[in-house]
């Protein structure tokens, strides 16, 4: 079993909302920030959000104000709500777990895990 899988992409018009689940098998989450990334047609995987063990968030400015990652460590799950989308949401979303705390993520390499992501469409 892959040690995080996302899930709750899809289609959604401008303006809507979705929630998107990374679910963590096989290693113990709660000692791990889970971060999110996303990948454009084009364009480069970029981290936009983050969330530590004791649930400190730091977001990407493209998305502050309407996305919100959270974290339920009984159900090994990290959430990303995802509200007021747009159409440069458009993206492959993938989670990845780290031990090192967000402000220290710089590098891909300082991830330990990783998902084969979720697509996200936001059309008209």
């Known amino acids: 079993q892959l040690p995080l899988v996302e899930s709750g992409g899809g289609l959604v018009q401008p303006g809507g909302s979705l929630t998107l689940s990374c679910g963590a098998s096989?290693?113990?989450?709660?000692?791990?920030?889970i971060a999110w990334f996303r990948q454009a047609p084009g364009k480069e995987r970029e981290r936009f959000s983050c969330i530590d063990i004791n649930n400190n968030t730091d977001y990407d400015n493209s998305v502050k104000g309407r996305f919100t990652i959270s974290r339920d460590n009984a159900k090994k799950t990290v959430y990303l709500h995802m509200n007021n989308l747009k159409l440069g949401d458009t993206a492959v979303y993938s989670c990845?777990?780290?031990?090192?705390?967000?402000?220290?993520?710089?590098?891909?390499?300082?991830?330990?895990?990783w998902g084969q992501g979720t697509q996200v469409t936001v059309s008209s």
């Open positions: 990845a777990a780290s031990r090192l705390p967000c402000w220290g993520l710089v590098k891909e390499y300082e991830y330990d895990y």
């Open positions: 096989g290693f113990a989450v709660r000692f791990y920030s």
